[in-house]
Nanobody, 124 residues
Framework: VQLQASGGGLVQAGGSLRLSCSASGRSFSNYNMVWFRQTPGKEREFVAGITWNGGSTYYADSVKGRFTISRDNAKNTVHLHMVSLKPEDTAIYSC??????????????????WGQGTLVTVSS
């Protein structure tokens, strides 16, 4: 499967954005999907994850209540809806897929299928 992220941009603090991750290839509906983010000089940080059937979602404490992850398996797409954005949310956001299912891992090293990142910039 190949992943492509989109939807990043510049937004003022308090604003919202919706990121999308489109997948090509078979078996997308079998994959757990996650979003990570990264800022210069820092490791990738888990943001949100969703199980293969959308039955369970997981969030970093820093985004809980502000971000919502969802998926549309018919369209091979996962979304990250972000509201009440803060300057500290500024980062490159990347989506990743886990073909093995099971628990949603929160460490970047657990994933080998990545999309290119999309830059989110939140101005104060």
């Amino acid at each position: 499967v190949q992943l492509q992220a989109s939807g990043g941009g510049l937004v003022q603090a308090g604003g919202s954005l919706r990121l999308s991750c489109s997948a090509s290839g078979r078996s997308f509906s079998n994959y757990n999907m996650v979003w990570f983010r990264q800022t210069p000089g820092k490791e990738r940080e888990f943001v949100a994850g969703i199980t293969w059937n959308g039955g369970s979602t997981y969030y970093a404490d820093s985004v809980k209540g502000r971000f919502t992850i969802s998926r549309d398996n018919a369209k091979n797409t996962v979304h990250l809806h972000m509201v009440s954005l803060k300057p500290e949310d500024t980062a490159i956001y990347s989506c990743a897929a886990d073909p093995f299912g099971g628990d949603v891992a929160r460490t970047a090293g657990s994933y080998y299928i990545w999309g290119q990142g999309t830059l989110v910039t939140v101005s104060s």
